[in-house]
């Protein structure tokens, strides 16, 4: 942190992303003991790409109040979800399908690596749960641990040892409930590995099939229902942020997909999935020159001299989601800094 203060970009770092506890609102303090201000950050689909070091010296440039993260940490990588595990900031994580990979159904003989995984994440594996967070006035609720999308329900023994959950209506209502006792004055952002149906059926759409021919909804109904039956239910506990991953943002056949949707009633549908997440820097200052070999040839080598790492940051002001932006935070040693900042949304502009 005190690399990047003398580091220039660290300047537009600070008119792009005021940290809210930095910068006091006056407005936030005068008003409302309801409103909110805070920071949070999605780390969409791990996917192996994870350096406890490196992503904790991004981190402390951000200075989220909250990290969440939509899962697919690896393929059952039990040692990178421990690594998760001793990030110290406050976190939520949800499993994803390839977190259970190999295991196919619950064993009480032994530990298998999603049993290995839970027991590292602990408090803070949120499938079928909600964290509240008084200070920030934020609950987070789980959605379905191990989704895939789709009309089947991944991994359907294991979710029916482990949380009583058979079908997509049943697990609809646990997503439901976990919500419903929230505290009337949190926001509740719900945190799932896939997204909701219902958001369009096209390859590029959030949750949109791109893997195979003729595109489709991809997304899981037990959340659609869930939210559905939130929002029928009144003012409290509609979120107005939902984050996932698992649909990534670079297609199987090429192009981007849409990763952000505002729906008419103001929901905020958030894919997280920018895989891969971390890029390396190569350049001069990473090249190595080998020795000329007995040929007569040089050789060189390029190692890298950094690397760049992917957060979605939401920021929330009076109680609203304010600003939502792409960031890749570069790690050059111990200097960090904004290398890209991509504004997904901003509270009160429609389009981009
Ligand atoms: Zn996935």
Redesign the pocket.
Same mark, same amino acid.
Request: proline content about 4%; charged content about 25%.
């Given at each position: 942190m005190l690399g990047a203060l003398g580091h220039a970009p660290f300047i537009y770092f600070l008119s792009a992303f005021p940290p809210p506890s930095a910068v006091p609102n006056p407005n936030i303090l005068r008003f409302s003991l309801m409103a909110i201000s805070a920071r949070i950050a999605v780390i969409g689909?791990v996917h192996g790409y994870w350096d406890l070091q490196e992503d904790s010296k991004a981190l402390h440039l951000l200075q989220p109040d909250l990290v969440l993260f939509t =899962?697919?940490f690896g393929e059952e990588n039990v040692e990178l979800v421990r690594s998760i595990a001793d990030l110290k900031f406050a976190k939520a994580a949800i499993l =994803?399908? +390839?977190d259970a990979w190999f295991t196919p159904c619950f064993s009480q003989e032994k530990k298998d690596g999603v049993q290995l995984q839970l027991e590292c994440l602990g408090e803070n594996h949120i499938g079928y749960r909600r964290m509240d967070f008084p200070q920030q006035k934020l609950s987070i609720v789980g959605g379905r641990p191990f989704? +895939?999308?789709g009309k089947a329900m991944f991994r359907k023994q294991l979710l029916s040892a482990r949380y009583g959950v058979k079908d997509m209506k049943t697990s609809a209502k646990r997503i439901y409930e976990a919500a419903i006792g929230a505290p009337e004055d949190h926001l509740v952002i719900i945190l799932a590995?896939?997204g909701p149906t219902g958001l369009g059926s096209r390859a590029d759409d959030i949750c949109g099939k791109d893997w195979d021919y003729g595109d489709g909804d991809y997304g899981d109904e037990d959340l659609e229902q869930a939210i559905s039956k939130l929002k029928e239910n009144g003012k409290f506990h509609v979120p107005p942020l939902v984050v996932f =991953? +698992?649909?990534h943002k670079e297609l199987a056949y090429g192009g981007h997909r849409k990763m952000i949707v505002v729906t008419a009633d103001n929901t905020i549908y958030l894919n997280g999935?920018v895989v891969p997440r971390v890029n390396s820097y190569y350049g001069e200052e990473g090249k190595v020159r080998g020795n000329f070999t007995s040929s007569g040839t040089s050789c060189s080598q390029s190692v890298s001299r950094g690397t760049k790492r992917a957060f979605t940051v939401v920021d929330i002001s009076d109680g609203k989601v304010d600003k939502i932006t792409e960031s890749w935070i570069s790690v050059l040693g111990d200097e960090t800094s904004l290398d890209e900042a991509h504004l997904m949304y901003q509270s009160g502009i429609s389009k981009f």
């Amino acid at each position: 942190m005190l690399g990047a203060l003398g580091h220039a970009p660290f300047i537009y770092f600070l008119s792009a992303f005021p940290p809210p506890s930095a910068v006091p609102n006056p407005n936030i303090l005068r008003f409302s003991l309801m409103a909110i201000s805070a920071r949070i950050a999605v780390i969409g689909d791990v996917h192996g790409y994870w350096d406890l070091q490196e992503d904790s010296k991004a981190l402390h440039l951000l200075q989220p109040d909250l990290v969440l993260f939509t =899962g697919d940490f690896g393929e059952e990588n039990v040692e990178l979800v421990r690594s998760i595990a001793d990030l110290k900031f406050a976190k939520a994580a949800i499993l =994803g399908n +390839h977190d259970a990979w190999f295991t196919p159904c619950f064993s009480q003989e032994k530990k298998d690596g999603v049993q290995l995984q839970l027991e590292c994440l602990g408090e803070n594996h949120i499938g079928y749960r909600r964290m509240d967070f008084p200070q920030q006035k934020l609950s987070i609720v789980g959605g379905r641990p191990f989704s +895939h999308g789709g009309k089947a329900m991944f991994r359907k023994q294991l979710l029916s040892a482990r949380y009583g959950v058979k079908d997509m209506k049943t697990s609809a209502k646990r997503i439901y409930e976990a919500a419903i006792g929230a505290p009337e004055d949190h926001l509740v952002i719900i945190l799932a590995h896939n997204g909701p149906t219902g958001l369009g059926s096209r390859a590029d759409d959030i949750c949109g099939k791109d893997w195979d021919y003729g595109d489709g909804d991809y997304g899981d109904e037990d959340l659609e229902q869930a939210i559905s039956k939130l929002k029928e239910n009144g003012k409290f506990h509609v979120p107005p942020l939902v984050v996932f =991953g +698992h649909m990534h943002k670079e297609l199987a056949y090429g192009g981007h997909r849409k990763m952000i949707v505002v729906t008419a009633d103001n929901t905020i549908y958030l894919n997280g999935a920018v895989v891969p997440r971390v890029n390396s820097y190569y350049g001069e200052e990473g090249k190595v020159r080998g020795n000329f070999t007995s040929s007569g040839t040089s050789c060189s080598q390029s190692v890298s001299r950094g690397t760049k790492r992917a957060f979605t940051v939401v920021d929330i002001s009076d109680g609203k989601v304010d600003k939502i932006t792409e960031s890749w935070i570069s790690v050059l040693g111990d200097e960090t800094s904004l290398d890209e900042a991509h504004l997904m949304y901003q509270s009160g502009i429609s389009k981009f």
